[in-house]
């Protein structure tokens, strides 16, 4: 997680973002992920955070369905 500067990358995002963190993420934090949600919102960048309660890093299937038809309906 170190060898990626995404704190310092939000500023530049010119598209809206949608990020994906698992509650239960051994590999990369939870707190990381607010921390690029904080980021966003403080940098009036568009778009949406899905915190998936029982997934690790790499989130089931099934998991991921319900976020990407909420994606799909904005």
Excluded: C, K
């Amino acid at each position: 997680p170190n060898d990626y500067r995404n704190l310092e990358e939000v500023p530049r995002l010119t598209s809206p973002y949608i990020l994906i963190h698992g509650a239960r993420d051994q590999v990369v934090p939870a707190g990381m992920g607010e921390q690029l949600h904080r980021a966003a919102q403080g940098a009036g960048r568009s778009g949406a955070t899905f915190i998936l309660r029982d997934q690790d890093h790499w989130p089931a299937g099934e998991a991921l369905l319900p976020v990407f038809e909420t994606v799909r309906q904005r």
